[in-house]
């Protein structure tokens, strides 16, 4: 028995060591789990977790996601874990993870401990980003590849009676939150439009000396916003059991993807944060603050966010940030929902911080409105703006530089 045991051992440690290897030399590669890795002297290193936006997976991946997630939320030996984990964040809603201090390396932390659980079922998952400000003027379409749709790769959509969601892997005949939530359906209120990718952008323009204004627009401005237009009152995801919906890990990774592209806009940014480094994360077990400033060595994991693929969005971020403060207003746009006295209410926002939300989602909401009567294609129905109007403030911008250039 014992010289078995040894055997197995021996093979497994073979078989670890096989799968470690790799020929091409300084090039990048995947390993079996969909880890992207550099080869170096024959080994693979640095390997990397690709998060990918939802919106482009082929459907078999979000397929895969999917089954996981609900296998870690109802079955042996995983779901006991995730309820755990779950808890915890229920547990903490209300003593501070959704303050300044801890709100964004606290949920990067959640996000790899989540993670972490649904590799251990499959390898290759990761958690996906839904990058909803390409949604806003229809955040809650339900065509076959929309995250709201009924498909088995999608996450079902708007609840019926007692809000309880009846279509999808997620409706109430099949599946139930955790027994932190005491086991309900999940509950869905759609409601008005999330800020859109205009805003986002302009929340991405703060500088390395501007944390506090970035973090408070990213964390009120835009993340409590969109948790409470997917719940509505009393919904999963407007509740202190937001934790239980599926959607939650695409919104927060949406969230950390945010934090971290701006963290990405040089040195300064990536370790710019509060005074407060040293500080233990709450209901972590000792996980500090600085441990989780660097998505490239969190946890001693490295994750790293895939642009969208989809091609009409492809750039749009990124053409976005190249527009100044004054032409980013003067897009003409579909109006979205403000962060309102909901969305205050749930995360216990004081007043202080309430009268600097309001102050900056002012400006933020759209100075120049879209008339209803332009004709629009499906593209800009989902942005809430026309292309064509970010292709000519593109086109002037590159004018003017010209012309100071003397060209």
């Known amino acids: 028995m014992k010289a078995r045991i040894t055997a197995l051992f021996l093979l497994a440690v073979i078989a670890a060591t096989e799968s470690t290897r790799c020929t091409n030399n300084g090039k990048a590669t995947y390993n079996e789990c969909g880890e992207r890795c550099i080869c170096g002297n024959s080994r693979l290193t640095q390997c990397t977790r690709i998060r990918r936006d939802f919106y482009s997976m082929p459907w078999g991946e979000r397929l895969r996601f999917v089954r996981t997630l609900l296998t870690a939320s109802s079955k042996e030996p995983y779901k006991m874990e995730y309820e755990k984990l779950v808890a915890i964040h229920t547990g903490q809603f209300d003593k501070g993870i959704h ?131 997917i719940g509505g009152s009393g919904g999963t995801m407007c509740s202190k059991s937001s934790a239980n919906a599926p959607e939650f890990l695409l919104h927060h990774g949406f969230t950390d993807k945010l934090w971290n592209d701006w963290q990405k806009k040089g040195s300064n940014y990536k370790n710019a944060y509060f005074s407060r480094l040293n500080d233990k994360m709450l209901g ?72 600097v939300v309001k102050a900056q989602q002012n400006s933020l909401e759209p100075k120049q409105v879209l008339s209803s009567k332009v004709r629009l294609s499906n593209a800009d129905k989902a942005l809430g703006f026309r292309f064509i109007d970010l292709e000519k403030a593109l086109k002037r911008k590159r004018e003017f530089e010209l012309t100071k250039k003397g060209i």
Request: glycine letters at 6%; proline letters at 4%.
């Open 99 to 229: 303050t300044k201090t801890q709100f964004l390396p606290w949920h990067r932390w959640y996000l790899m401990k989540m993670e972490n659980i649904l590799r251990k079922i499959d390898c290759r998952v990761t958690i996906p980003y839904w990058d909803w400000s390409l949604f806003s003027g229809q955040p809650w379409r339900k065509q076959l590849n929309d995250i709201f749709s009924s498909a088995p790769w999608s996450l079902g959509g708007n609840g019926g009676l007692g809000m309880c969601v009846t279509d999808g892997p997620f409706n109430k005949y099949s599946w139930k939150t955790t027994s932190s939530n005491e086991g309900e359906c999940l509950k869905r209120k759609f409601n008005g439009n999330p800020p859109d990718i205009v805003a986002v952008a302009e929340v991405l323009k703060y500088e390395s000396n501007q944390f506090d204004e970035f973090e408070i627009g990213l964390r009120d401005g835009l993340h409590n916003n969109m948790h409470c237009r």
């Open 284 to 355: 972590t077990a000792g996980a500090r603050i600085r441990d989780y400033i660097d998505l490239g060595n969190h946890g001693n994991i490295r994750v790293q966010y895939e642009d969208p693929l989809h091609s009409n969005f492809h750039n749009l971020h990124k053409d976005l940030q190249q527009l100044e403060m004054k032409d980013l207003q003067a897009l003409k746009r579909r109006k979205f929902t403000p962060t309102n006295s909901l969305e205050f209410k749930v995360f216990m926002v004081n007043r202080k911080e309430q009268a």
